[in-house]
């Protein structure tokens, strides 16, 4: 394998590369500040704009990083990453609804302090 092939899969220059490192440290710094400052923003609005911040930045490392392009020679590469994200929404909203309904399903604490006193009461009742 000659000098002349591995050029060919080039890995970017450095000037892409400090791109890349800039555009992901600014969309690490925005959410930060979000949260340390405390913003005035109602907290869906806050987690929608991290969330969307963090799916911006997956995409910089892709692109910038992982040097994923769509080009015929990298097809493959392209279509199992975007078969990974689809498997990867797929566990992450399985998860959160799962973990919604489960919060939906609790029993509220003092309803279950008042239902704790009631089996008490009725076991000094009959002991």
Same mark, same amino acid.
């Given at each position: 394998?000659?000098?002349? @092939? =591995?050029?060919?899969?080039? =890995? ?7 791109? $890349?490192?800039?555009?992901?440290? %600014?969309? @690490?710094? %925005?959410? +930060?500040?979000? #949260? ?8 869906? @609005? /806050?987690? $929608? ?6 799916? !911006?930045? %997956?995409? !910089? =490392?892709? #692109? ?6 769509? *080009?015929?020679?990298? $097809?493959?590469? +392209? +279509? ?11 566990? /992450? ?16 604490? =003092?309803?279950?302090?008042?239902? %704790?006193?009631?089996?008490? *009461? ?6």
């Amino acid at each position: 394998m000659s000098a002349d @092939t =591995h050029h060919a899969h080039d =890995h970017g220059t450095m000037g892409q590369l400090m791109i $890349g490192f800039a555009l992901a440290a %600014i969309l @690490t710094i %925005i959410p +930060f500040y979000l #949260v340390m400052a405390e913003v005035d923003m109602a907290r869906s @609005t /806050l987690v $929608g704009i991290i969330m969307g911040l963090g799916a !911006v930045q %997956i995409i !910089v =490392h892709l #692109v910038y990083f992982l040097h994923l392009k769509r *080009s015929s020679e990298e $097809g493959w590469n +392209f +279509f199992a990453t975007i078969f990974a994200v689809v498997i990867l929404v797929i566990v /992450l909203a399985g998860s959160l609804w799962v973990m919604h309904n489960m919060n939906e399903n609790m029993m509220p604490m =003092h309803e279950m302090d008042q239902q %704790i006193e009631q089996m008490k *009461s009725l076991q000094s009742q009959q002991g």
